[in-house]
């Protein structure tokens, strides 16, 4: 990434003061076809080194630990927090600084990784939908939190207002019988 960097500013400036050179022979030349000969051949050296500097260095500005970082959170929020590998792939391709960030983030407790069916899931609980519940501490009875109701009709408890994350429980949650 750094080697990408440095190289591509060199690159950069080295195109650049071709370019400038070029355009230095044009203005001294008055005429004498060797100084514009000159010219040209700086301007046509110059220009590929700035198009391929600035390649080299986009490429490495790309690999940015930071932005690889963005990248994964942006699919975990794109896919409702749970991702894979191949959706990581697709994302910011999978290399030593792609894995380095994944296992950051769950060593941070940002993520955190579930098998199932032989695949890796990561799973970013922030990302993930919630629901909302009224819940008796006493009796532990669950109501609908749209019934306006302040107190338990079980037992008289006050209700205690619950924001509950649907798959923290591994429970699936459908409208299915």
Known sequence: MAFKIITGSAMIITGLVSELMGLLFVIAASGMTSRLIAAGIFFVSGLPLLI????????????????????ILKAAAKHHGEITKDIIKGETGWNDIVIYEINDMIKKRIAKTDQRDGETFYIFPEFQFKYVQNKCPFCGNDYPVRDDVQKCPTCGGDLKFLQIKSSSGGDKFSMDL
């Open 52 to 71: 391929s500097g600035f390649k080299v260095f986009r490429s490495g500005m790309v690999l940015r630990p930071e932005l690889i970082r963005e990248a």
